[in-house]
């Protein structure tokens, strides 16, 4: 005889596609005629971004381009100049599977480039970036919460989860029109450009989430083409949007992430020589998923008073949206300039980061390593180009957090300060933001079905109506029930006690 059981369903986020595709980049490159000729290579940078993402019936579908920005010694002006060619990409994922709940996350991440200089004027270039993509839709997940019938007896716990509300996912854009304004020489061309975004707040409303925050965009520039003279500019640029995201309420809990796709930065002097306007064109993809806490009671434990039982049991996924935690760091190193010595500094910045996330010993880390980038002038005025590999870790405060952590975790550099500490040597001190949305991802074993073995039943002493138990200090009612086929709560009732274990050793009146 099978035992009815009840369950409770659970909607939760499922990964139907987690994966990567590495694509090759080879170029041999020429100027173009008004780049002047190449006497010494400073930097040659990869810049991948998306430009468009898709899902069509089981494919997801990337579009995107690839900058190559090369940093180069003028061999006549000895002046820093940049030469960009772009090219585009596309690459596809298959999904095993489809739902109508989708959303995608895509990212790029450059693998490593190699420039060579053929000639004054030809470059051959060979490098690699790759395009994860991670697909997520809404799921089910089962729990079996309790079994039907007079002889079951049952022991539970409960489990708090996060039931997936809904999933809202947007592209927008900041556009500006951005003035360099009085008291700065007008830009002649941008040498280069870092955009950045810091995500202050997300308020829910009725199946909406309205986002605010800033973009900072640093630009360093020329003044003068003749000279490569360089300026540097930073704009803090407010931003709001609202996203839709179906089930979203003032009450649930949310994990955002918002991802620069593209940015487009150039000058705005079509017609004026002299003007201070930049024009930049940013494009932007927000993710949400919406949790609300739910509470379910999962069967460890289970004996019939009249039958002998056949149980299965499962490990049951169990997760649950944590916190929302925000970081703030930093971390000093020094950069040598070598031999030819410092004059200044030009610009520092960080040219890619890779990092990691992992919980060791109840300790949950984020450790990695930030590529930085200097470009400065020696004690002779010639520009170079400097970089040094920098380690760092961050530990968030995981006070209320339970020990098995895992976490969607963004980090970013939005500054780098630094000083001339001697002849040859720069201390660079990098600032770190870290947001991540941390989720407690456990297994718990359960009991998922039941049978009663008919011909098998349980022996039950019925000529008496009480048996006296002699029950060591420590032992479970649980247990003892179970061998004498009765219940915890009877136990409890006739010896007028509330533990669910022995207390001290001595007399157990057991009814029959």
């Not at 083409?225 to 704009?235: K, R, S, V, W």
């Amino acid at each position: 005889m099978e035992y009815s059981l009840k369950k409770e369903n659970c909607s939760v986020c499922e990964i139907i596609l987690q994966s990567s595709s590495e694509q090759p980049v080879d170029l041999d490159f020429s100027l173009p005629d008004y780049c002047p000729d190449i006497e010494r290579i400073l930097k040659c940078c990869m810049c991948p971004s998306i430009t468009s993402k898709g899902i069509t019936g089981n494919r997801l579908d990337v579009d995107g381009v690839t900058v190559i920005k090369l940093y180069y010694l003028d061999s006549k002006k000895q002046a820093i100049r940049c030469c960009e060619h772009s090219s585009p990409f596309a690459c596809s994922f298959e999904l095993k599977t489809t739902s109508a709940d989708m959303a995608a996350s895509v990212r790029v991440k450059t693998g490593y480039l190699n420039c060579r200089a053929v000639s004054p004027r030809r470059l051959d270039i060979h490098g690699a970036f790759t395009v994860s993509a991670s697909v997520s839709s809404k799921g089910n997940q089962e729990y079996c919460t309790d079994i039907e019938g007079e002889d079951i007896q049952q022991k539970k716990h409960e489990e708090t989860v996060s039931n997936l509300c809904g999933i809202g996912q947007q592209q927008f854009s900041i556009s500006e029109v951005l003035d360099i304004g009085q008291g700065k020489a007008s830009p002649e061309s941008i040498l280069r450009s870092e955009f950045n975004i810091n995500l202050d707040e997300s308020r829910a409303i009725e199946d909406k989430l309205m986002l605010k925050g800033e973009a900072v965009l640093r630009l360093l520039y020329v003044t003068d083409i003749e000279t490569g003279a360089q300026d540097l500019m930073t704009f803090n640029i407010p931003f709001s949007q609202v996203i839709d995201v179906p089930g979203i309420t003032d009450s649930t809990v949310n994990d955002v992430s918002v991802d620069t796709m593209s940015v487009d930065v150039s000058l705005k002097s079509e017609f004026d020589a002299s003007s201070t306007l930049i024009t930049l064109d940013a494009r932007l993809s927000a993710l949400v998923f919406a949790y609300e806490p739910m509470t379910v009671e999962l069967i460890d434990d289970t004996y019939s008073t009249a039958y002998e039982l056949e149980l299965e049991c499962k490990n049951v996924p169990v997760k649950r949206l944590v916190a929302n935690t925000d970081m703030k760091s930093s971390v000093k190193e020094e950069i040598n300039a070598g031999d030819g010595g410092i004059s200044k500094v030009i610009d520092i910045w960080c040219d890619s980061m890779n990092y990691i996330t992992d919980c060791e010993n109840n300790i949950f880390k984020v450790r990695g390593k930030m590529n930085c980038c200097m470009l400065a002038l020696d004690k002779e005025g010639m520009p170079f180009c400097a970089e040094k590999a920098v380690d760092f870790s961050l530990v968030p405060d995981m006070s209320e957090c339970p020990q098995s952590v895992m976490s969607n975790t963004v980090v970013t550099v939005p500054n780098i300060g630094f000083r001339i500490t001697s002849d040859n040597t720069v201390e660079i001190k990098a600032d770190l933001n870290m947001r991540c949305c941390l989720y407690e991802n456990a297994v718990r074993r359960c009991i998922t079905s039941a049978n009663a073995l008919e011909d098998r039943m349980r022996k039950k002493d019925s000529t008496a109506a009480l048996t006296l138990y002699y029950a060591d200090e420590g032992e479970s009612l649980w247990n003892i029930a179970q061998l004498y086929c009765t219940s915890v709560e009877a136990i409890q009732l006739e010896n007028n006690i509330t533990d669910d274990v022995i207390q001290a050793r001595g007399m157990v009146l057991i009814p029959m």
